[in-house]
Every structure is written in structure tokens, then in C-alpha cells.
């Protein structure tokens, strides 16, 4: 989900052999630029999905996260990045070559890991893991999920939406039709009917499993984006890691139209700032957030364990207010998010 950033080569700490990682493109930080003391005790690999660092969106929110407990814990990391059509066996390796290296904490980013996580758990019985946007019932115990209620973001960001579309009718692009990316689809077609049953909500999906370059196609993105500018609909969201760059892109160029970002403030993002002006919010998934309070759990001795949920009444997700264009409507996004926390409203979770 981001333009491909290799190192040539990379300096590596401590029992890391430069051969291993480099075969699964990782990098190592070292630690004596952190804000804390260093902890040679926790070792964090973080395995990045598909764009990595640098995607502007739900990889970058993971790296913020391990960024911080680097900062403010002391702890040691490396991350290791994947490759668009990578078979399991290289997620596999991937993970083994950072357990190889000393790293007894590794984050998985992305539902695509769980099968390598599975096995390589199994395995490695003493090693802690956690994977984000996943849970299996099958896995390890030594297997930690830490998971979302995108629903829930996602249908406040449909109300947004549906208070700003001046032509009702709006979309939503999906990134790779799956479980997770549907329930991004079915909690924003549940707040845009909310405000207005009569609004035509646009669908859009990039790629079907087992292609998962859905998530890192930008061209694809602004391709989607534009038929449905093309149809009518002037409010977009994209849930579709990098390949959003592209829908936001599409909708800047048509004068009118908003954008709404997703898991990282986009509008925020140095990447996007030409296009921030035509950007409503984001539905901010606080991945940021889970993976700094999973480290940090390892580092106090108590590390979380089973699954842990971060939803909107947990802070988990949010909409973004960078740019203003909602502040004029927070009155109706907090009585829906008050609906959602007490109960009064649940948000689907299938389109």
C-alpha cells in the first residue's frame, strides 16, 4: 500500500544477520536515538503489509505506534516489508528471519498474516505475537488480536457524507472485496441511510481475493473514483490503503467533490497536502494506538493476551477534524456516536 522504499543495505543490532533480514527486507533501528532508556529485553519486529511504511494510511498508522514505543519505552525494532503477489511461504520466512534475529515480539500488520502467523507461533511457542485486524479461533495462545470496529467509524463517516453531499448520491470504493473491507462498506451505507434513506450510495471494489493489489494501486483507486464522480456522486470514501491515494486525487480534480480518507488523517498527511482541500475527514482507525499499548503490555510484564477490541467507545476509531469541514456538523456525528456507544444503535457489519 505505498510507492517501494528499499535499502540498499541496512545496520543491524545486536544477533540480527544482515543476510537474513535483508531477505525479508527489513530495517533496523537502533536505539540510541530513543526518548527512553533502552531495553535490550524487548526486541519489537514489526511485518508490515502490503505498501509498508510510507502508504500514508493503515501501514503508517502501525509505524507511528512503533515509533513511539522506540521513543517513549526504549525498546528495539526492525520492520520488514511485503511484496504485492508474495506467496505464504514468504510471509513465513519473513516472520522466521526476525525470530532468527533476536526479535521475541513480533506486530503483524494485516489479516493477510494469520495463516503464517498460525504456523510460526505454533513453532515458537516463547515468542509473542500479535496481528492486527485478525482472529482466528485456531491460533496459538501465545497470539494476541488486536481488532477494530470499523463499522462503527465507518458509519459515522457515512453520516458525514451524507450531511454534505449536496447531488445525494455518494460511494465508496473498496480496496479488496473481503470480510474486513466489507464491514468499511456496511457501516458507511448504514450512516448515509441514516440521514437519508432516498441518498444512492456508489460500490465500488478494486480486486477479489487472491488478489490483494487492490490495496496498492493508485491507478486503480483514481480509475474507480472517477466513474463514480462520473455517475453522479460527489462524496467518496476509500477504504483501500494506498490505492485511496488515487480516488483522492480523482475527486480533487473535480470542483465541488470531497474525499474521505481513511485509518491515518490523510489531510494531515505531507504526501496528500495538494489534495487536503478536498478532503471532508477520515475514518482514522487508531492502529497507532493498539500497537503502542501491545508493546508497552510486553514491556510492563503483562502482556495482553486472546483479543482485544478497540472500538469507538475505546477510542479505537475516530473521524478526523483536520480542515474543519465537519465542524459544522458535530452536533449529528456526536448523537450518532452517542447511539453507537450506548447501545441504542448497532452498526452492521455485512453490507
Not at 516489508?81 to 500488520?109: F, H, P, Q
Amino acid at each position: 500500500m505505498r510507492r517501494s522504499t528499499k535499502l540498499a543495505a541496512v545496520v543491524l543490532s545486536g544477533s540480527l544477520g544482515i543476510a537474513s533480514l535483508a531477505a525479508c527486507g527489513a530495517k533496523s533501528t537502533d536505539n540510541s536515538s530513543a526518548g527512553g532508556s533502552s531495553d535490550s529485553s524487548v526486541k519489537v519486529g514489526m511485518a508490515y503489509d502490503i505498501g509498508g511504511r510510507g502508504d500514508q494510511s493503515f501501514n503508517d498508522s502501525a509505524a507511528r505506534g512503533l515509533d513511539k514505543a522506540k521513543a517513549e519505552l526504549g525498546v528495539a525494532v526492525t520492520e520488514a516489508d511485503a511484496k504485492t503477489g508474495e506467496a505464504e511461504a514468504d510471509k513465513e520466512t519473513r516472520l522466521k528471519n526476525l525470530i532468527d534475529g533476536g526479535y521475541k515480539t513480533i506486530v503483524a500488520v494485516g489479516f493477510v498474516y494469520q495463516p503464517a502467523v498460525n504456523k510460526i507461533a505454533k513453532e515458537h511457542p516463547d515468542v509473542k505475537f500479535a496481528i492486527i485486524d485478525s482472529h482466528d479461533d485456531a491460533q496459538p495462545s501465545n497470539v494476541t488480536s488486536l481488532v477494530f470496529a470499523e463499522q462503527e467509524g465507518s458509519y459515522l463517516a457515512g453520516v458525514a457524507a451524507a450531511n454534505k453531499s449536496k447531488a445525494k448520491h455518494v460511494g465508496f470504493i473498496g480496496g479488496v472485496q473481503t470480510e474486513l473491507i466489507k464491514k468499511f462498506e456496511a457501516g458507511y451505507k448504514a450512516g448515509v441511510k441514516s440521514v437519508d434513506p432516498n441518498i444512492v450510495v456508489e460500490t465500488t471494489y478494486l480486486t477479489t481475493p487472491p488478489d490483494f493489489s487492490g490495496f496498492n494501486s493508485p491507478d486503480k483507486g483514481k480509475e474507480a473514483a472517477q466513474g463514480q464522480l462520473d455517475k453522479g456522486a460527489d462524496v467518496i470514501y476509500t477504504a483501500a490503503g494506498s490505492s485511496g491515494n488515487g480516488a483522492i486525487e480523482a475527486v480533487s480534480n473535480k470542483a465541488g467533490a470531497l474525499a474521505i480518507g481513511v485509518d491515518s488523517d490523510q489531510a494531515s498527511q505531507p504526501a496528500l497536502a495538494k489534495y487536503k482541500n478536498s478532503i471532508l475527514t477520515s475514518m482514522v482507525k487508531n492502529v497507532d494506538n493498539a500497537v503502542f499499548s501491545y508493546i508497552e503490555s510486553v514491556k510492563k510484564g503483562t502482556p495482553f493476551t486472546g483479543v482485544k477490541n478497540f472500538d469507538l467507545k475505546a477510542e479505537g476509531v475516530s473521524l478526523a477534524t483536520t480542515g474543519g469541514k465537519i465542524d459544522d456538523i458535530q452536533d449529528k456525528l456526536k448523537a450518532a456516536s452517542t447511539a453507537i456507544t450506548s447501545g441504542a444503535t448497532t452498526v452492521p457489519t455485512a453490507p
